[in-house]
């Protein structure tokens, strides 16, 4: 009896294991906008088969390189006076699409997405960092940012249906005029 039960114990636990296989490419979450430039950031508007318009006039911003030290202890560490150890920075945006549309929509900024071959944007949708109605073209948005995204998606839909639109911003970027 003891031996029958522990034979198809470990057949479950074996068969419950899974045994991989798929494609091979990642679940997990997509990666930000390393901070590259692209041939297309020309300060153009193109349209994707699928009607998604993409403003690619977004500037780049300088990313500053990576602080390497020799310090082996704590008690080593130099701080600038006025360093702030606080992560997270408080960023404002102003939206002006009415020159687009004044039709009433939704505007959602994500910190995760990749750029597609055809320039427009693909957003993680589990990365947005914050959204906000869109009244007569206008939007204002106010929302914490790591001091490390220096690139956000902002994405727009339009409740008429009219084709939507999104960009690349950066963290110094305070206004998006279209």
């Not at 071959?117 to 790591?146: C, F, H, K, Q, W």
């Not at 220096?150 to 008429?160: G, I, K, P, Q, S």
């Amino acid at each position: 009896m003891k031996y029958p039960f522990i034979t198809l114990t470990l057949a479950g636990l074996l068969t419950a294991c899974g045994g991989g296989g798929g494609d091979a490419t990642s679940s997990g979450p997509t990666g930000t906008d390393s901070g590259t430039a692209s041939s297309s950031d020309t300060g153009t508007t193109s349209t994707t088969p699928l009607g998604m318009m993409t403003d690619t006039s977004g500037a780049d911003v300088a990313i500053p390189p990576t602080v390497l030290s020799s310090a082996t202890n704590m008690s080593e560490m130099v701080v600038p006076s006025g360093f702030s150890y606080n992560p997270v920075d408080s960023q404002n945006v102003s939206i002006d699409i009415s020159g687009y549309s004044t039709s009433q929509g939704y505007i959602s900024i994500y910190g995760g997405f990749t750029q597609n071959d055809d320039g427009t944007y693909s957003a993680d949708y589990n990365s947005r960092i914050t959204s906000a109605d869109v009244e007569n073209g206008l939007a204002s948005l106010t929302y914490p940012l790591a001091d490390s995204q220096y690139y956000m998606l902002a994405e727009v839909y339009f409740y008429d249906g009219t084709t939507p639109i999104q960009t690349r911003i950066n963290n110094e970027q305070s206004s998006w005029v279209w």
